[in-house]
């Protein structure tokens, strides 16, 4: 089992800048394939970006696609979202969910995951 703490989120201007991490307890974390979601007022959660156990293999939205990067550190049992020119749309509660994996995939489906954080404020202002 695996517990998961985002933080990082906060309020920023648009074309800013905000690291989340995701810091997980438990052991084997390397073991774990971590997703990153979103949820905005009134909208179903959404998928961010993705992770393989390893860090080798990575995912992502179109919508961040080449503004958002994941990584991770497993000796730190610690999963980072860069997120780079930020946008009133990235305004949201985000979210890391990890889950066991044998194979070094990326998983983008909510329902791929079985544990997750408690989620950080976003807030871009335009």
């Known amino acids: 089992q695996v517990q998961l703490v985002e933080s990082g989120g906060g309020l920023v201007q648009a074309g800013g800048s905000l690291r989340l991490s995701c810091a997980a307890s438990?052991?084997?974390?390397?073991?774990?394939?971590v997703g990153w979601f979103r949820q905005a007022p009134g909208k179903e959660r959404e998928f961010v970006a993705a992770?393989?156990?390893?860090?080798?293999?990575?995912s992502y939205a179109d919508s961040v696609k080449g503004r958002f990067s994941v990584s991770r550190d497993n000796a730190k049992n610690t999963v980072y979202l860069q997120m780079n020119v930020l946008k009133p749309e990235d305004t949201a509660v985000y979210y890391c969910?990890?889950?066991?994996?044998?194979?070094?995939?990326?998983?983008?489906?909510?329902?791929?995951?079985?544990?997750w954080g408690q989620g950080t404020q976003v807030t871009v202002s335009s």
């Open positions: 969910a990890a889950e066991f994996r044998v194979w070094d995939w990326t998983y983008a489906s909510p329902r791929e995951y079985q544990y």
């Open positions: 992770i393989s156990r390893s860090g080798g293999s990575t």
């Open positions: 438990g052991r084997a974390f390397s073991n774990y394939a």
